[in-house]
T-cell receptor
Framework: QQPVQSPQAVILREGEDAVINCSSS?????VHWYRQKHGEAPVFLMILLKGGEQKGHDKISASFNEKKQQSSLYLTASQLSYSGTYFCGTEIDGGSYIPTFGRGTSLIVHP | NAGVTQTPKFQVLKTGQSMTLQCAQDMNHEYMSWYRQDPGMGLRLIHY???????DQGEVPNGYNVSRSTTEDFPLRLLSAAPSQTSVYFC???????????FGPGTRLTVL
């Protein structure tokens, strides 16, 4: 079942922060995050496993709340290079463990 | 390492034609998958394989066939192309389904 991402789009100025949310109606085993720049392939950011993980990746970090069946991606002090579409992929706990991707959140960072 | 390669990069077909999208990886990954990406729809799984000789359907398998005779190659066949199959197709591979996926550069397909 496809996870729901919010917001659909975010427009920022350099240096501002953003939060992208990913939620599921089913219990999750893991959440994957990818970024795709225009005209390119998606690129892996991080995977969070159930157990309430938090991970960081330079100024991009994420949390996973398995009780709420949701994950949030935090982008702090946004840079122009952060522009792109962010996708979350979720693995259902007890399911096939094949990730299903959301529809994406478009992030545009202006100078 | 070349990673994941896809050919062709662009293709235009007429309705009813058939073709094969090629995908290869040199990372010895067991898991390979095909996605289609349409505006506003995200990445939708077409077919996947957890190893040579093993394939299964994803969310949107109709109109597509796959086979996996070797670990390296995972071709996607369109049997009789339809305009609804106009899309960007990505192949991906990973060590297991739950690991980091490496995506190929994509094939942009237009069916007239």
């Amino acid at each position: 079942q496809q996870p729901v991402q919010s917001p659909q789009a975010v427009i920022l100025r350099e240096g501002e922060d953003a939060v992208i949310n990913c939620s599921s109606s089913k219990a999750l085993y893991s959440v994957h995050w990818y970024r795709q720049k225009h005209g390119e392939a998606p690129v892996f950011l991080m995977i969070l496993l159930k157990g309430g993980e938090q991970k960081g990746h330079d100024k991009i970090s994420a949390s996973f709340n398995e009780k709420k069946q949701q994950s949030s991606l935090y982008l702090t002090a946004s840079q122009l290079s952060y522009s792109g579409t962010y996708f979350c992929g979720t693995e259902i706990d007890g399911g096939s463990y094949i990730p299903t991707f959301g529809r994406g959140t478009s992030l545009i960072v202006h100078p | 390492n070349a990673g994941v390669t896809q050919t062709p990069k662009f293709q235009v077909l007429k309705t009813g034609q058939s073709m094969t999208l090629q995908c290869a990886q040199d990372m010895n990954h067991e898991y390979m998958s095909w996605y289609r990406q349409d505006p506003g729809m995200g990445l939708r799984l077409i077919h996947y394989s957890v190893g040579a000789g093993i394939t299964d359907q994803g969310e949107v398998p109709n109109g597509y066939n796959v086979s996996r005779s070797t670990t390296e190659d995972f071709p996607l066949r369109l049997l009789s192309a339809a305009p609804s199959q106009t899309s960007v197709y990505f192949c991906a591979s990973s060590r297991t389904p739950g690991d980091e996926q490496f995506f190929g550069p994509g094939t942009r397909l237009t069916v007239l």
